[in-house]
């Protein structure tokens, strides 16, 4: 019987390495989709494993992949209700912001609009809702597609999560083994982290805004706190953004008290607090890292990786961290054996 030489695993290494570099390179388009399924599957493993444990695997990776679907298809119907029925209110705020900074310095990074599209501003904000989606699916087909190979690709990495992490682990030596477990485990705390913080942080933004803005006395203070809580969702910038939105409609409108209370008092509780202290501090305790390097993480990855460097980027540095700390236990272990 033929033995397996070094050289026929490293042609098959090869090999697959290969196969695994063209699925890249044919499929990049989709990396981005891929990525976040593989990274919420993580995050809902530990509740398919409890699950699992009084049903089928089956049932319960249809279950969650399920809910996945109606808690995204409720969230995005309930905000599409609540701005879609305060359009005008919307309308009437950006134009106010427009008209009110039109010869000031601020004008050169607010929208352009014609007199006609000030005249009919519910229209025209619709239009432009229209023309974002657009531009972020400029190809109707390919975005179902995502969307469809989204919902397979998690609901196939819950299924067969623990049986490709076995087979991969099955070839590696016992000291290896040790090392790739501590950085799986770390890997795994940290998109949990993530995306269970995230959704945590705009839940909180959204539960203190509708009392902020009460007691502020605006109108409609639940459109503004939905406003605020969607904003929360985009790391880093949303929102700071969202919320010097608000203080400069109050400047525009003449109400300089109200926008002084929403960037002195508004942006700390608001937004402040949750992204320097809540939200570092919760992902620190959850990965045992300093929150600084999570933050770190989070600056570096989003402005060059894009919406994916929310996940890629605070996990590299998290790998980076206990890569550090493994390297220096091995060499401290080799420094007492000489």
């Not at 026929?8 to 090869?14: E, P, Q, S, T, W």
Request: proline residues 4%; aromatic residues 10%; glycine residues 6%.
């Amino acid at each position: 019987m033929d033995q397996n030489k070094p050289g026929d695993n490293r042609a098959l290494l090869l090999l697959v390495g290969t196969v695994y570099l063209l699925c890249i390179v044919v499929f990049w388009p989709l990396v981005t989709v891929v990525i976040w399924s593989a990274a919420i599957a993580v995050a809902l493993m530990p509740l398919h494993k409890k699950i699992s444990a009084r049903v089928k695997p089956s049932v319960s990776v249809t279950f969650i992949t399920v809910w996945v679907l109606l808690v995204i298809l409720l969230v995005l119907m309930v905000s599409a209700s609540i701005l879609y029925g305060n359009i005008d209110r919307i309308g009437i705020m950006v134009a106010s912001l427009v008209h009110g900074f039109t010869n000031t310095g601020l004008a050169s990074v607010l929208p352009t609009l014609s007199d006609a599209q000030f005249s009919d501003m519910p229209e025209t904000m619709v239009q432009l809702l229209l023309q974002s989606l657009l531009s972020l699916t400029s190809n109707v087909m390919q975005s179902l597609i995502s969307i469809i190979i989204f919902f397979l690709s998690l609901s196939m990495l819950l299924y067969y999560g623990e049986e490709i992490w076995q087979t991969l682990m099955r070839s590696l030596s016992a000291r290896l083994v040790i090392a790739v477990e501590k950085m799986a485990e770390i890997t795994a705390n940290t998109i949990y982290a993530l995306i269970i913080v995230q959704i945590s942080a705009a839940i909180i933004s959204f539960l203190l805004a509708i009392p902020f803005f009460l007691l502020l006395g605006v109108d409609d203070p639940l459109l503004f706190a939905t406003l605020v809580g969607l904003a929360m969702l985009i790391p880093l910038i949303g929102a700071q953004i969202m919320i010097l939105f608000f203080a400069l409609y109050f400047l525009s409108i003449g109400n300089t008290t109200n926008a002084i209370v929403t960037l002195l008092i508004g942006y700390p509780l608001l937004s402040g607090w949750i992204d320097f202290y809540y939200r570092p501090v919760m992902m620190g305790k959850r990965v045992a890292i300093p929150p600084v390097m999570m933050m770190i993480g989070i600056f570096a990855g989003v402005p060059f990786t894009g919406i994916v460097g929310f996940i890629v980027g605070p996990v590299l540095v998290a790998l980076a961290v206990t890569g550090s700390k493994l390297l220096g236990d091995e060499l401290q272990e080799l420094k007492e054996t000489l």
